[in-house]
């Protein structure tokens, strides 16, 4: 769904900024009288000196009662809809729930969060590894995890990864049933202090 809204809402950007754009290229280059073409009477730049709102247009809205409400109202709709629009970027990227084929021709979910947490458990429990933090995306059906692992200050990255690859995925993938989890692994180390040797 929000992929769609996503898709359409930069269709109609690119339409009327290119609308946009080409009014304004038009009229600067006064490409009607060089090219020998007529424009439609509601064109909004006629010349280089034409403006999109004259100094009697201005004054005419701004003598209107309604104007300021009007252009008020617009303006908190945009924000709103603008903030709606990145909340929901920032939200749409964690899967709620895994379907799992039970085997019987019948399927079954598992909460996605629930994944997440005992994931994220595993991977905090191996030796060398002081945080994690997972997060599942993709679809339903063939989920992907992101995970963010902070190492402590002796840990190896290269076994951590490993145990991680080897024994937190394994039995995710082993206890959900999923024939593959693919997982794209970030690695940190926690800031210390560094030890002063006498």
Same mark, same amino acid.
């Given at each position: 769904?929000?992929?769609?809204?996503?898709? !359409?809402? +930069?269709? $109609? *950007?690119? &339409? #009327? @900024?290119? /609308? =946009?754009?080409?009014?304004?290229?038009?009229?600067?280059?006064?490409?009607?009288?060089?090219?020998?073409?007529?424009?439609?009477?509601?064109?909004?730049?006629?010349?280089?000196?034409?403006?999109?709102?004259?100094?009697?247009?201005?004054?005419?809205?701004?003598?209107?009662?309604?104007?300021?409400?009007? !252009?008020? +109202?617009? $303006? *908190?709709? &945009? #924000? @709103?809809? /603008? =903030?709606?629009?990145?909340?929901?970027?920032?939200?749409?990227?964690?899967?709620?729930?895994?379907?799992?084929?039970?085997?019987?021709?019948?399927?079954?979910?598992?909460?996605?969060?629930?994944?997440?947490?005992?994931?994220?458990?595993?991977?905090?429990?191996?030796?060398?590894?002081?945080?994690?933090? !997972?997060?599942?995306?993709?679809?339903?059906?063939?989920?992907? /995890?992101?995970?963010?692992?902070?190492?402590?200050?002796?840990?190896?990255?290269?076994?951590?990864?490993?145990?991680?690859?080897?024994?937190?995925?394994?039995?995710?993938?082993?206890?959900?049933?999923?024939?593959?989890?693919?997982?794209?692994?970030?690695?940190?180390?926690?800031?210390?202090?560094?030890?002063? !040797?006498?």
């Amino acid at each position: 769904m929000l992929t769609t809204v996503n898709r !359409v809402l +930069v269709a $109609l *950007a690119g &339409v #009327v @900024l290119v /609308a =946009l754009g080409a009014a304004v290229l038009i009229g600067a280059l006064d490409l009607q009288r060089h090219w020998d073409f007529a424009l439609p009477s509601a064109w909004p730049f006629d010349g280089p000196q034409d403006v999109l709102l004259g100094r009697a247009d201005r004054r005419k809205w701004r003598g209107e009662d309604w104007w300021w409400p009007a !252009v008020i +109202v617009t $303006l *908190a709709a &945009v #924000v @709103l809809l /603008a =903030l709606w629009w990145l909340l929901a970027q920032l939200r749409r990227h964690r899967l709620r729930e895994i379907v799992i084929d039970t085997g019987d021709g019948e399927a079954a979910a598992l909460r996605g969060p629930a994944l997440e947490t005992a994931l994220a458990a595993e991977a905090e429990s191996l030796d060398g590894v002081d945080r994690a933090l !997972v997060v599942l995306r993709g679809r339903s059906a063939a989920p992907e /995890a992101r995970i963010a692992l902070t190492l402590a200050p002796h840990a190896s990255p290269d076994t951590a990864l490993r145990r991680v690859g080897d024994e937190a995925l394994a039995h995710a993938r082993s206890s959900a049933g999923l024939g593959r989890l693919p997982a794209e692994v970030r690695l940190g180390v926690v800031r210390h202090r560094a030890e002063r !040797v006498d």
